[in-house]
């Protein structure tokens, strides 16, 4: 029998020892959301092992209590951290205790206050919801290499992360302060609430706003971490140094955490900075080994190039990079003079076609 045909009877006996714990309710949506999956295989997010933490997951929730202090010591943030290896992840994880659920590329995650539900979301329809007993409880996202993903907070803001990022935050904001915690790149669109001030902690900063837009890159593996202010004010207070610097609409704000030092920029083109989140590289009048770069960082691969000979080829436009590598990389190479050989698994060779 395979995956797919497994009938809906089976999975009531693999979970039913989870059962007692959700309401009567609970359990009838439950089982629709799962039957639904089943009855249309090719809408499947999940494989057999995912669908039954899907069910189960509200039972466990509700049946145990997982609580972190979120405050701005971030000693708990990156310890949670730690509890996911993003660059082992072939999938979108959501992840709420030591239960995690795989999910698909571009759906998003909606945490409803109102039903006291995590509810899956793409393209504006809904898959499937389960409910969070206890509203403190911390929640992770982390997308791998080649995916990007949203998150809809219980506050109505919303953050997009990019490649190789993951956030944690609570499933609802409890007292003054908003505060969740990024490793990686996001973009935030955050709800505007003059009583309750958000924080967003990376491992060298805190950025504190009433509501505004604004991006944040702080990839644990890189030197810099940055915030560029889209629209409103933020507020940063550096970790290590206690700086403190208000930033206003196109200023862009760097740390280089091996000595501590900061700088400002000002006028930064902040529209191509949020290309990612449509799934686009900007390519306008860009030379080849400029681009190449970004395309490792998203895909998490190795180029080897000659980057002085690749820096006189000019690029033009946008890269759709909602393809797989091996897509991208044909692209490139019907609009450049370079040949492109596999290496291996993760690595490619790029040459000039008449060095």
């Given amino acids: 029998m395979k995956k797919t045909d497994i009938d809906i009877n089976t999975y009531r006996q693999i979970v039913n020892t989870n059962e007692p714990h959700l309401k009567a309710n609970e359990q009838d949506e439950m089982w629709q959301n799962i039957e639904q999956q089943i009855s249309s295989p090719r809408q499947s997010i999940f494989n057999f092992k995912k669908i039954m933490v899907a069910a189960s997951i509200a039972a466990i929730i509700i049946g145990s209590v997982f609580i972190l202090n979120i405050n ?8 949670l951290a730690k509890s996911i290896e993003i660059s082992k992840l072939d999938n979108i994880v959501l992840q709420i205790g030591d239960q995690h659920i795989d999910l698909a590329d571009n759906v998003r995650v909606k945490c409803d206050a109102s039903s006291h539900q995590i509810e899956i979301l793409k393209d504006s329809i809904s898959l499937f919801s389960f409910a969070v007993a206890d509203a403190s409880t911390p929640i992770q996202i982390a997308v791998p290499a080649g995916k990007n993903s949203s998150v809809i907070l219980s506050d109505n803001s919303e953050i997009t992360l ?56 702080a990839y644990p593996q890189e030197g810099n971490e940055s915030v560029t202010l889209v629209s409103g004010k933020v507020q940063i207070n550096t970790l290590d140094t206690n700086e403190e610097v208000i930033l206003n609409p196109k200023d862009r704000f760097t740390y280089t955490k091996v000595s501590s030092k900061s700088r400002l920029e000002q006028q930064v083109e902040t529209e191509t900075l949020i290309y990612w989140t449509e799934n686009i590289i900007n390519a306008e009048n860009e030379s080849l080994s400029n681009v190449l770069p970004k395309i490792e960082k998203y895909y998490n691969i190795k180029l080897e190039y000659d980057s002085t000979e690749l820096s006189e080829i000019r690029l033009e436009g946008k890269l759709d990079i909602s393809v797989d590598i091996s897509e991208i990389l044909e692209r490139i190479a019907k609009i450049a003079p370079i040949t492109i050989d596999k290496k291996n698994k993760s690595t490619y060779i790029i040459k000039l076609t008449n060095p």
């Fill in 162 to 217: 990019n490649t190789q990022s993951q956030l944690i935050f609570p499933f609802e904001f409890a007292g003054t302060e908003r505060n969740v915690y990024l490793e990686g790149e996001a973009y935030f669109h955050v709800s505007h609430n003059k009583e309750k001030r958000f924080t967003a902690t990376t491992k060298s900063l805190d950025i504190s706003v009433l509501g505004t837009e604004f991006i944040v890159s």
């Fill in 72 to 79: 701005s010591n971030n000693i708990g943030f990156t310890q």
